[in-house]
């Protein structure tokens, strides 16, 4: 079976910290994806990064990074210098083989609020 | 590249009524889901299409909730009769193909209260 889990429910900080949102998962499969969505408050999820199981190389776009650490099963997000438009729902989703192939499973979801 | 619609945006409904949703992927996507995400939760999926095929319906209550998608393009969930619990957003979504490594664009959402 297949769990994604996002200990933080909540984080807030103020504008221009940098801000780390925790996903860790689980597995049977050697082969999956990691995904991240943001969720603003208009509801849309909007699909941010995708990384396979092979490819433990961080990634870093803009603001935006993302560790993958396939020894703690981890793929956590950071957002330096974080702003207000920043502030959504934030969900960290796994999609693997077997009987889940190619359904998307997600976590909890942190909710972040960056106040000015 | 227009992005995944639906419609309606918000619908209410007293228990025991029907309602229907409506979706219509990004152009060109073969696989089209639909999820259910309670206020809190992440989404769970309900039923995910190929063309227009069913792939995965096993967490569809098939005793309410119905859906189709015919000529493999737009999509119709349907809950027949609604309980308070099927309280939730309804978010469609889509992928080029079906496959663990597909992002799934998803749509707004439908947001269903049960009175």
């Known amino acids: 079976a297949q769990k994604v889990t996002q200990a933080q429910t909540e984080i807030s900080v103020v504008e221009k910290e940098d801000v780390t949102l925790d996903c860790v998962y689980e597995?049977?499969?050697?082969?999956?994806?990691l995904f991240w969505y943001k969720q603003p408050p208009s509801g849309e999820l909007v699909f941010l990064i995708r990384?396979?199981?092979?490819?433990?190389q961080n990634e870093i776009s803009g603001r935006y990074s993302w560790n993958f650490q396939k020894s703690t099963s981890s793929f956590n997000f950071t957002i330096t210098a974080s702003q207000v438009v920043d502030s959504a729902v934030y969900f960290c989703?796994?999609?693997?083989?077997?009987?889940?192939?190619?359904?998307?499973?997600f976590g909890q979801g942190t909710i972040l609020t960056v106040h000015p | 590249e227009a992005g995944v619609a639906q419609s309606p945006r918000y619908k209410i409904i007293e228990k025991r009524q029907s309602v229907a949703f409506w979706c219509n992927p990004i152009?060109?996507?073969?696989?089209l889901y639909w999820y259910q995400q309670i206020l809190g939760q992440g989404p769970k999926l309900l039923i995910q299409?190929?063309?227009?095929?069913?792939?995965?319906d096993s967490q569809l209550p098939k005793d309410r909730f119905s859906a189709e998608r015919l000529k493999g393009v737009d999509s119709t969930l349907k809950i027949q009769p609604a309980k308070l619990e099927d309280s939730a957003v309804y978010l469609c979504?889509?992928?080029?193909?079906?496959?663990?490594?597909?992002?799934?664009?998803f749509g707004d959402g439908t947001r269903l209260s049960i009175l």
């Open positions: 979504a889509s992928s080029l193909e079906y496959g663990v490594d597909q992002p799934q664009h």
């Open positions: 597995t049977r499969d050697t082969t999956y994806y």
């Open positions: 990384r396979n199981s092979f490819d433990e």
């Open positions: 989703a796994l999609n693997a083989g077997g009987t889940s192939y190619g359904k998307l499973t």
């Open positions: 152009s060109g996507h073969a696989t």
């Open positions: 299409f190929q063309n227009n095929g069913v792939v995965d």
